[in-house]
C-alpha cells in the first residue's frame, strides 16, 4: 500500500498502527517501512501513530496526525476501522478526501465499501487462510502431514476511491 501511495506522488505518507499485542501489527509496520524504503521515502516517526485497532482511536490519531505542519498528504491504516474512522475526521476538518488527503485501509471489511468515500484497502483472502489452516490442523491431527514453515496466500489491492494523486 505504500509504494502504491508514493506512486501516486505522495511523499508524507503517514502510519496508523494498530494494538502491539497484534502480531499482524507488527507485519503492517514493517511493510509500511519497507514501502517507504523502496519508493526512495525517508522513514519519520513523527508520522506514526498507535491506535489500539478501534474506529475510535482511528479518529483520534487521525486529529493527531491532521494537527502536523506541514500535515500528510496520504495516511495508511493498519485496519480499515481506522481508516474510516480518519475519513470521519478528514471530512469534520474539512479536509477533501482524496483531493487533499489520501485514506487507506486494510482487510477490506464490509464498511471500507460502506463509507464515503469507499476505501482502498489490501484484501486479505481470510476465507481461503481459514480453509488452508484447518486443512493443515486436519492432516497433522491425522499424522499425514506434519505443520512446518508458512504458507502465505497472497493479499491483493483494491483501489477505491479514497485515494488520488498528491495534492500540489
Not at 477490506?108 to 484447518?134: C, G, N, S, W, Y
Amino acid at each position: 500500500m505504500t509504494r502504491y501511495l508514493a506512486s501516486l506522488g505522495h511523499k508524507r505518507i503517514a502510519f496508523i498502527s494498530g494494538h502491539r499485542s497484534h502480531k499482524a501489527v507488527g507485519n503492517r509496520l514493517r511493510g509500511y517501512k519497507d514501502g517507504l524504503q523502496q519508493s526512495g521515502l525517508k522513514f519519520s516517526e513523527k508520522l506514526v501513530v498507535a491506535g489500539d485497532n478501534s474506529f475510535e482511536s482511528g479518529e483520534s490519531c487521525a486529529r493527531s496526525l491532521l494537527k502536523l505542519k506541514p500535515r500528510p498528504t496520504a495516511i495508511f491504516a493498519a485496519n480499515d476501522d481506522m481508516a474510516a474512522a480518519t475519513v470521519r475526521v478528514a471530512a469534520q476538518m474539512g479536509i477533501a478526501v482524496p483531493g487533499d488527503l489520501s485514506i487507506a485501509g486494510c482487510d477490506d471489511i464490509t464498511l471500507a465499501r460502506q463509507v464515503t468515500p469507499p476505501l482502498t484497502t489490501i484484501r486479505q483472502p481470510l476465507a481461503t487462510m481459514a480453509e488452508k489452516a484447518a486443512l493443515v490442523l486436519v492432516k497433522s491431527l491425522r499424522g499425514t502431514s506434519p505443520m512446518r514453515g508458512t504458507e502465505i496466500v497472497p493479499a491483493t489491492l483494491q483501489i477505491r476511491e479514497s485515494t488520488g494523486p498528491a495534492p500540489k
